[in-house]
């Protein structure tokens, strides 16, 4: 027979349920999201090194933020980097719509939430005290992040293959147009990076909870 009483039964059992309940970021969001932070990163900076090679607008990358060195070498990281960034993310969606995971944590997303989310983010006054949450403004970020995700992979498809993908190269309009879509989608995943980058400076506790999960 247990020696422990009914009332400690019960609270040992709130302990637990409470423990269960800190788990913020669960194992598999952790670990695929560091793999396409690393992918990401290299694809970037990759595709940096590609541009220079043939400038879409009248600036080029530094080359202390390139990697490959010359065109070949950066092609090789970046289609090292793109099978992993493709498997990983198409892992991660399917993973995510089969446990409901995006269900929960994206939706819904209104302009009211987000419009009164955003006003309280420029005056310093939007919670941050539970993570399990996410605000209206992350709602928006983290969803469109995913579609820019889809776009950048795609587009990137169509310029790596024309032919081949044909029928995807002409949906973003040819070729040149192709690559003026995969750019733009970077830029915008750079952009998405700052921002998170010091969402996890500002609120430190968001940074722990994807490396322990609590």
Do not use: C
């Not at 969001?29 to 992918?39: C, D, F, K, Y």
């Not at 080029?60 to 060195?69: A, W």
């Not at 409901?100 to 941050?128: E, N, Y």
């Not at 928006?140 to 081949?164: M, N």
Request: proline share 3%.
């Amino acid at each position: 027979m247990s020696s422990m009483t009914v009332s400690e039964q019960a609270n040992a059992g709130q302990a637990g349920e409470e423990t269960v309940r800190k788990v913020i970021q669960p194992a598999w969001v952790r670990i695929m999201h560091w793999i396409n932070a690393v992918a990401m990163i290299v694809m970037i900076m990759s595709g940096w090194q590609i541009y220079n090679a043939s400038p879409l607008f009248d600036f080029q990358f530094s080359r202390s933020v390139t990697l490959g060195g010359w065109l070949g070498g950066g092609l090789l990281w970046h289609f090292a980097a793109m099978w992993v960034l493709m498997i990983n993310g198409l892992l991660y969606l399917v993973v995510g719509l089969a446990t409901g995971r995006f269900r929960r944590k994206l939706l819904p997303i209104t302009p009211s939430g987000v419009a009164s989310d955003l006003a309280k983010a420029a005056t310093f006054r939007l919670s941050h005290r539970d993570l399990t949450t996410y605000n209206y403004v992350q709602k928006l970020l983290y969803a469109g992040i995913i579609l820019v995700g889809i776009v950048v992979v795609l587009s990137g498809l169509s310029i790596w293959k024309p032919v081949q993908f044909q029928l995807l190269t002409a949906v973003f309009g040819g070729y040149d147009t192709a690559r003026y879509v995969h750019f733009f989608a970077m830029a915008s995943i750079v952009a998405f990076l700052i921002v998170h980058i010091a969402l996890a400076v500002l609120v430190p506790k968001s940074l722990r909870a994807m490396i322990i999960g609590r």
